[in-house]
């Protein structure tokens, strides 16, 4: 398990982290941290969405709610944050998976069938 450290730390230290991954993590507490430095090192580069489906951890990072903050100024300046619900979103099992087109279920039906719940 030395390489998955040594790979990890040069990640860190290319994003200019020079704290190493601290030592004796598990495996489920490596996973935790690699899944977290993948979120941070791709964000906003469209690979968060499959990230959680190929994990499947699609309830918790795809189906909570969207959440925002309305800044208005009060009479007095000073700028007060009031935190709304933009989307409710949910997630269930059979979103790990898309519906197969019926147009290519049609082309032979006693090969092909639909995702379940689809």
Same mark, same amino acid.
Request: proline content about 5%.
């Given at each position: ?20 991954? =601290?030592?004796? +993590? ?6 935790? $941290? ?7 090192? !791709?964000? @906003? ?13 699609? =309830?918790?990072? +795809? ?6 903050? $309305? ?7 000073? !700028?007060? @944050? ?37």
């Amino acid at each position: 398990m030395p390489e998955v450290y040594n790979m990890m730390n040069a990640i860190r230290r290319r994003a200019g982290i020079t704290q190493d991954l =601290p030592a004796g +993590l598990n495996k489920e507490q490596m996973r935790e $941290r690699i899944h977290n430095e993948r979120a941070v090192e !791709l964000a @906003f580069e469209k690979h968060r969405f499959w990230d959680a489906r190929r994990w499947k951890k699609g =309830p918790e990072i +795809l189906g909570s709610d969207i959440h925002g903050v $309305r800044v208005t100024r009060n009479g007095s300046g000073t !700028l007060v @944050f009031n935190y709304i619900k933009v989307e409710g979103r949910s997630f269930s099992d059979k979103m790990y998976f898309f519906p197969i087109p019926q147009s290519e279920i049609d082309k032979n039906p006693n090969v092909l069938d639909q995702n379940k719940d689809w």
